[in-house]
């Protein structure tokens, strides 16, 4: 490499441009969708058992628990295609997928070939906020702002639960030549179609780049963020030093190879039971209001007041997402905690007033956990496995989601919510002491460093 100045030390010294702006648009209307699929199933799921005359329990493994089956592959496909072949190539195939997933599912003729749509579906939309978001954002952006990108770009993609229950408010209740549920689905897969060009316009990590011994095109990428910067603040220091690794293969014995074989046993333990605290609420939060005996329109009301508070919450993270006081390690494991016992206090709520009030405590501090725990996870590994890793562990979660999202609504259904809850409660302990005792500090660590 002689006396060239590696790209990640060029980026470490960049301010905050138009450039990195753009990026994060183009990042986020991808996510949006995401987060879109992630409460559309919570909706869907009680008129689709009255649709496909099935149990309550059945229609939810179906719409919620099959699609993270797929999207548990579909991390673990997506990410290694990411890390071999490129991050674009990647999130290109894999919004194109999620699309049509979309447009196909809702005239599927029985809750089989159903359920295999919304696997292929989660497929497609598996991948997205680990790969687009959390990879993309730890290696273009700086440490001393890659938190606070990536909670803007989940910030603005959480308006999505509000237009998920604004839309489930108006279209559930009626039939517009297609049932409203069949809606919730068409109008997400046109907008994902009409994302995909968008995509192209996403350029390749230059880190990533500069790990395969592509130099001339990481130097080029990073030379255009380079001018945007001097054009709009001015000269830059100097390039900070950073030690790259080039490498031409994934080499995924590395994720149980000294410090990493810790960080990896952390990470699995903790996305595996974290999904049921956080899904055993965000999925599942409507079907737990209609068997408390909420009517579906008021159901709709209150889901719709609920998740509100998943926008708020993560507007508040960008705040202290970068805190080094407040550790991201301790953003994860603290908050988790206090999840917990909130989401036994839903459970417990006998009255409207006190299900909205709890359920919107638990939405506030929903995603300052997530913001957190998706820079937390994304970081902790080097850049030549990055995507693989951060896409297994995360895999892992989808895999918890399956599980988890199989089995409570079955506790839902036959002993009530505040069961649900106490396992919920203690699968939150669990991931407390799991990230508390494991894991390493990370707050505005460059990341070359933190991941060495």
Not at 104 to 131: A, W
Not at 275 to 296: C, E, N, Q
Not at 395 to 405: A, K, P
């Amino acid at each position: 490499m002689g006396s060239r100045i590696p790209v990640a030390g060029r980026l470490e010294r960049l301010p905050w441009t138009s450039m990195h702006t753009k990026l994060l648009v183009l990042l986020t209307l991808g996510e949006f969708f995401e987060l879109y699929d992630w409460f559309v199933g919570g909706f869907v799921a009680v008129p689709l058992a009255s649709y496909f005359h099935v149990p309550l329990a059945t229609s939810i493994y179906y719409t919620v628990a099959i699609f993270f089956l797929g999207a548990f592959v579909g991390c673990v496909l997506f990410t290694y295609i990411g890390d071999s072949m490129g991050r674009r190539t990647a999130l290109i195939v894999n919004m194109a997928i999620a699309g049509i997933g979309f447009l196909i599912t809702p005239f599927m003729p029985n809750i089989y070939l159903y359920g295999l749509m919304r696997f292929i579906t989660g497929l497609g939309v598996g991948p997205e906020s680990i790969l687009v978001v959390d990879v993309m954002t730890t290696e273009f952006f700086p440490a001393k702002i890659r938190g606070r990108a990536l909670a803007r770009a989940y910030t603005a993609a959480w308006i999505a639960p509000i237009v998920v229950a604004a839309l489930a408010y108006a279209l559930l209740p009626h039939k517009y030549i297609l049932y409203g549920w069949q809606w919730l689905y068409i109008i997400a897969g046109i907008g994902v179609v009409l994302i995909v060009p968008w995509r192209f316009l996403i350029p390749e990590s230059p880190r990533w780049l500069e790990s395969r011994g592509r130099y001339e095109e990481a130097d080029r990428i990073v030379g255009m963020f380079e001018e945007a910067a001097r054009r709009e603040k001015g000269e830059l220091p100097p390039p900070i030093p950073v030690e790259v690794t080039t490498v031409q293969r994934v080499p995924i014995s590395d994720l149980f190879k000294g410090e990493y074989k810790r960080r990896t046993i952390m990470l699995w333990v903790f996305e595996f039971l974290q999904t049921g605290v956080y899904y055993g609420f965000a999925s599942l939060a409507p079907s737990v209001l209609f068997v408390k005996g909420i009517t579906l329109v008021k159901t709709l009301q209150y889901s719709l007041l609920i998740y509100t508070g998943y926008f708020i919450s993560s507007l508040v993270s960008i705040f202290i997402i970068d805190s080094v006081k407040f550790d991201r390690k301790w953003q994860t494991a603290v908050i988790m905690l206090v999840m917990g016992f909130v989401g036994l206090a839903f459970g417990l709520s006998s009255t409207p007033a006190e299900a909205v009030s709890t359920g919107f405590l638990f939405a506030l501090l929903a995603n300052i956990f997530s913001n957190a725990f998706h820079q937390y996870a994304a970081e902790l590994y080097p850049t030549r496995i990055r995507a693989f890793a951060d896409g297994v562990q995360y895999g892992v979660s989808r895999l918890g989601n399956y599980v988890w999202l199989t089995l409570l609504p079955i506790v839902l259904t036959t002993y009530g919510a505040v069961t649900m809850y106490t396992i919920v409660l203690i699968l939150a302990i669990v991931v407390f002491l799991d990230v508390g005792l494991l894991g390493p500090k990370a707050s505005q660590i460059v990341v070359e460093k933190l991941s060495r």
